[in-house]
């Protein structure tokens, strides 16, 4: 049977194989991209070994800064806990300034 256009309409089973071929494709690209992903990665061993002494030093340097970075926050946070805290215990202002004074001298001691 032919409609009005002229054209005849396909079976329902060409179009879904069709679509099933077209989808095979689209996986086989996406897994030859895949390994060619796999295929420039490299290990972190060999990336270490191209490096020389400048590179292992600032990767020293770079790891002991993020340290000493994630570090300053929370013992900062209670530095000022201690100093916070001062205020609350004593309730002579002579005592107070003396007790402040000893934990602004670990501000001072702080890197």
Not at 7 to 25: F, G, L, P, R, V
């Amino acid at each position: 049977m032919v409609p009005k256009g002229g054209m005849k309409i396909s079976n329902s089973t060409d179009a879904s194989s069709h679509e099933q071929e077209e989808n095979n494709d689209f996986q086989s690209k996406s897994k030859q991209q895949d390994l060619k992903k796999r295929n420039n990665s490299m290990p972190y061993h060999k990336l270490f070994s191209l490096a020389d002494t400048a590179d292992l030093a600032l990767m020293v340097v770079g790891t002991i800064a993020a340290i000493s970075d994630g570090v300053s926050l929370p013992l900062t946070t209670v530095l000022f806990g201690d100093m916070i805290n001062t205020f609350g215990k004593t309730r002579d202002i002579n005592y107070i300034v003396h007790e402040v004074s000893k934990v602004g001298n670990l501000f001072d001691n702080f890197p």
